[in-house]
Nanobody
Framework: QVQLVESGGGLVQAGASLRLSCAAS????????MGWFRQAPGKEREFVAA???????LYAESVRGRFTISRDNAKSTVYLQMNSLKTEDTAVYYC???????????????????WGQGTQVTVSS
């Protein structure tokens, strides 16, 4: 069965860095685009970043230049390097597997079919 397991979250101060990992299993990882989303308390889930099968990346405007998504197909793992963290980055971060082939709509949560359990990121001031 498909499994996505996130790790790497934690409590850090503003300006610090974190790297999230998402270990995938149960499917042919290099055949799927992958994405990261986040949900802050009281807010809707929002897109953070996505990476296509071929490594093309897409970012939300709020994280562009600070976050970097990458993938290691040999390890079936997708990463999210988060630098210059801000208090507004505080959220539960989820990785997800895309169910579409197009790279045009990877910023839409409805185009993902499997989600991890999430990892908490808390940024203090």
């Amino acid at each position: 069965q498909v499994q996505l397991v996130e790790s790497g979250g934690g409590l850090v101060q503003a300006g610090a860095s974190l790297r999230l990992s998402c270990a995938a299993s149960g499917f042919t990882f290099n055949s799927f685009h992958m994405g990261w989303f986040r949900q802050a308390p009281g807010k809707e889930r929002e897109f953070v970043a996505a990476i296509s099968r071929s490594g093309v990346t897409l970012y939300a405007e709020s994280v562009r230049g600070r976050f970097t998504i990458s993938r290691d197909n040999a390890k079936s793992t997708v990463y999210l390097q988060m630098n210059s963290l801000k208090t507004e980055d505080t959220a539960v971060y989820y990785c997800a597997r895309s169910r579409i082939l197009s790279t045009m709509l990877l910023n839409t949560g409805g185009n993902y079919d499997y989600w991890g359990q999430g990892t908490q990121v808390t940024v203090s001031s």
